[in-house]
């Protein structure tokens, strides 16, 4: 059963920055697509982020040019780097991988972000 496991959020005063991370236990982890999502109170996930299993990224327009995701296969890990946060920003966030050989999507427990003075 593959896990995905979130860490890296917390509470940071707007114009702060902060780096989530998603370990994923799996040994193909070079064949997933990996996402990250976020759903704020009273709103629905929406996608924030995400990596195809080659490398490429793709963002919410949101967070464009505020946030960034990075993926190191040697690790089996997808990084989001959030700089420039915003009381917006604030929501529970979701790591999301899809194997590109099965199709199955597996989703992370989140982590809190808050952004807030």
């Known amino acids: 059963q593959v896990q995905l496991v979130e860490s890296g959020g917390g509470l940071v005063q707007p114009g702060g920055s902060l780096r989530l991370s998603c370990g994923v236990s799996?040994?193909?982890?070079?064949?997933?697509?990996m996402g990250w999502y976020r759903q704020a109170p009273g709103k629905e996930r929406e996608l924030v982020a995400n990596?195809?299993?080659?490398?490429?990224?793709n963002y919410a327009d949101s967070v464009k040019g505020r946030f960034t995701i990075s993926r190191d296969n040697a690790k089996n890990t997808v990084y989001l780097q959030m700089n420039s946060l915003k009381p917006e920003d604030t929501a529970v966030y979701y790591c999301?991988?899809?194997?590109?050989?099965?199709?199955?999507?597996?989703w992370g427990q989140g982590t809190q972000v808050t952004v807030s003075s």
């Open positions: 999301n991988g899809r194997s590109m050989w099965s199709g199955s999507d597996y």
């Open positions: 799996t040994n193909i982890f070079r064949i997933f697509a």
């Open positions: 990596i195809s299993s080659g490398g490429i990224p």
